[in-house]
């Protein structure tokens, strides 16, 4: 034992160092508490409901506990909502980013005339709000609608698809409206990420007699890889998550066919008799879904 | 700073003011929300009233159907209800649910009103546990309503339409068709609208008394389904996609009629060059089913009350629902149709109308509205209906009725189990 000093021990509390850090707390404090509050709180509440059941007004505690988590793998529509949603990113997530990628590298040509325009043409469905462009999508493709109309018309086909009505067709609107209304907005990250690759380097490229194509596999994209992986993260998530195209393009219909998981959550919440406990843990299982799928991208992309 | 202070202190005053909608004070608020329809009687309501008690304030706030409800669940969730108003409007088909699930927001009013003729059918829909909880506001009774022209151009007039039964109308469907080529009825795909008032029509719901779920153990249920796949197959109703083109079929005459609840009339006769082209009368009814009758119900809204409030005072209010005038009064401005059988002696409804053809059609909705069956709706009744229509659509594609049906009631009573 080694006995201290008096002076350690006169030494006064508030040192220099104490001081800064107390006041690096004081400005954490605020905004930690208000993210706490209304962020955290509220989601420890939420896994506290979806472990309970009963009328809104009286939950009470499941026996057991993982009742409402257990009801999930019974319940066929919940299990109908998976398979379309994952039928969705499988299909759409792919898709969409080769375009985009495509659209980013044909627009970053400099010699592109009206480059400005076709960029703003592009972007522009991310302006437009989701609701509106699902109204104006089911509009489109109603059975004497627009879509039919052209295809007729030009004699693509002989007789009107039925597009809304038969589940086939009702996805595949779905994922059209999907592709058009984000391949805008994951262009316009990869065209930043593209401002970023020296030009040199393609010129370089060009010398040793590689082709566009060769080009743009083999620099355009290990070097955008990083961007990649952030918009196919943010994609998947928001294809998980994915809502105003189900309620107001198909309205989930023909027959659940085309219903997603988080409009299956609404539903059990507002539209049919209210069931806070498992509209809860079902959002619980979308919260795991996320963190899974993007846990799997960062291992697998994230190379360095 | 000061400003900002005194703003702030402002507002949390406004706040704390607004708070108190529904405490005792004298005033009435009431939300609702449809301005040519609810609104507008409400306002007329408020008239009649305020010429008697000119000191009590009545406020009507314009909230939609969805909102209403979802400020309940808030309010309740919340536990503090005194944000709610004393009179909200609730559609006829929630309001079971919601006094179920909420039973501390809604006031029951049993033996505070005078319910003595009304439709027994209406009052059902806001009864729970034999207890009365809200007035009826308008009615939703099926009316089934042609086009004359193309009737006639087959053969055929409204009386052999009247009191007739689905065989009788199949028979006709496919005459008439086969001479002009017209659908006789068209409906939402996937929507069981017309497969709920069949089934209505015979008294009969998607649960029983007890509250179970009533599929597969229901001969009414199956023999509605097959009938409604026989009109689709033969092509004597189509099936549209959304409800504007349901609308559409209507106004630019590609159907010869539809049955639905009266409040259709609004969208008829907004086609003005049709007027005198279309005729009114009952629906068919089941063939072979013992309770079967011609009349029946889709839609419709009730007033109901926020517990804690002036209840009282709100009820005094809510006589005008038992008054002939008002009901007289509204019915050119905003079309909707008493439940209160003494409402059709009003001049309005004697009087003839020109659409259709000079038929006295209100005092006759009205008739009929006495005689619809009681249905049975439950805090369940928007699952059901969900997997009823899913079983609907895939049996129309070909899948088994019974194995479909099954399916429903399995979905349903995995919901009522939770």
């Not at chain 2, 089941?286 to 011609?294: C, D, V």
């Not at chain 2, 209906?385 to 099954?406: K, P, Q, V």
Request: glycine share 6%; proline share 3%; net charge negative.
């Amino acid at each position: 034992m080694t006995q201290a000093t008096p002076a350690s021990k006169k030494k006064r509390f508030w040192t220099m160092e104490r001081k800064q850090s107390a006041a690096g707390w004081c400005f954490l404090t605020p905004a930690a508490l208000l993210i706490v509050i209304f962020s955290f709180w509220p989601m420890i509440q939420a896994f506290l409901t979806s472990l309970k059941r009963g009328l809104p007004t009286r939950l009470t505690y499941c026996e057991p506990l993982w009742r409402n988590y257990e009801r999930m793998l019974s319940d066929k529509v919940f299990i109908q909502s998976v398979t379309n949603t994952f039928t969705y990113l499988i299909i759409q997530v792919p898709i969409m980013l080769v375009l985009a990628i495509i659209f980013a590298s044909l627009l970053n040509n400099k010699d592109l005339k009206f480059r400005g325009l076709f960029r703003t043409c592009i972007f522009l469905p991310c302006a437009t709000g989701l609701v509106a462009y699902s109204m104006i999508f089911r509009t489109l493709f109603t059975y004497d609608g627009m879509v039919n109309a052209v295809l007729l018309g030009s004699g693509i086909l002989s007789e009107p698809i039925n597009w809304l009505n038969e589940p086939f067709y009702a996805k595949v609107v779905i994922i059209i409206g999907l592709i058009w209304r984000w391949t805008g907005y994951n262009m316009v990250f990869f065209l930043s990420g593209m401002q970023g690759i020296e030009y040199s380097i393609y010129e370089a490229a060009r010398i040793d007699g590689a082709n566009q194509f060769q080009q743009l596999t083999k620099i355009t994209i290990p070097l955008l890889r990083p961007i990649i992986l952030v918009t196919s993260i943010m994609s998947i998530n928001g294809t998980l998550q994915l809502f105003d195209e189900s309620v107001n393009l198909t309205r989930g219909g023909p027959a659940n066919m085309t219903i997603t998981m988080s409009h299956y959550i609404y539903n059990t919440m507002f539209t049919k008799n209210p069931n806070f406990g498992y509209a809860a843990a079902m959002s619980f299982v979308i919260l795991i879904m996320v963190a899974v799928l993007s846990a799997i991208q960062m291992k697998v992309g994230d190379k360095r | 700073m000061k400003k900002l202070v005194s703003l702030f202190l402002i507002l949390t005053m406004i706040l704390s003011c607004t708070a108190a909608l529904a405490a005792e004070d004298g005033k009435i608020t009431i939300w609702t929300w449809d301005p040519n329809f609810n609104i507008a009687a409400m306002n007329v309501a408020k008239e009649m009233y305020n010429k008697d008690h000119p000191d009590v304030e009545i406020i009507i706030e314009e909230v939609l159907s969805e909102d209403v409800e979802t400020r309940v669940i808030t309010a309740a969730s919340a536990g503090d209800i005194s944000n709610l108003p004393d009179i909200m409007l609730i559609q006829d088909n929630s309001a079971q649910k919601f006094i179920l699930s909420y039973p501390e927001v809604y006031a029951d009013i049993t033996g505070k009103y005078d319910f003595t003729d009304f439709a027994e059918g209406k009052l059902a829909y806001s009864i729970v546990d034999g207890k009365n909880y809200g007035v009826p506001f308008d009615a939703g009774t099926t009316v089934g309503t042609y086009r004359t022209d193309y009737l006639e151009a087959a053969g055929y007039t409204i009386d052999d339409m009247t009191d007739i039964d689905w065989d009788r109308f199949l028979e006709i469907g496919r005459d008439v068709k086969a001479k002009t080529g017209m659908p006789m009825l068209s409906a939402q795909a996937g929507a069981v609208d017309t497969v709920l008032i069949m089934m209505q029509s015979c008294g009969a719901s998607m649960f029983n008394e007890d509250g179970s779920v009533n599929f597969t153990n229901s001969d009414v249920c199956k023999t509605v389904l097959e009938y409604y796949k026989t009109m689709v197959q033969e092509g004597i109703l189509i099936e549209v996609n959304t409800w504007d083109e349901y609308c559409g079929t209507l106004s630019n005459g590609s159907v010869v009629g539809t049955i639905n609840g009266c409040w259709i009339l609004g969208t008829i006769m907004g086609v003005e060059d049709q007027s005198g082209k279309w005729a009114l009368t009952n629906i068919p009814k089941l063939p072979g089913i013992e309770t079967a009758t011609n009349y029946s119900n889709n839609g419709g809204s009730s007033w109901v009350f926020t517990n804690g409030t002036d209840i009282d005072l709100a009820l005094d209010f809510m006589q005008a629902y038992r008054n002939v005038d008002f009901y007289n009064e509204i019915l050119p401005t905003t079309s909707a149709i008493a439940t209160w059988a003494p409402a059709k002696e009003g001049s309005n409804y004697t009087a003839g109308n020109d659409f259709y053809s000079g038929d006295a059609i209100f005092a006759k909705i009205v008739d009929y509205t006495a005689k619809v069956p009681a249905n049975q709706t439950g805090a369940f009744y928007y699952d059901a209906r969900e997997a009823l229509g899913t079983a609907l659509t895939n049996y129309i594609n070909g899948a088994d009725l019974e194995s479909e049906l099954a399916n429903a009631e399995d979905t349903v009573n995995f919901a009522m189990g939770f």
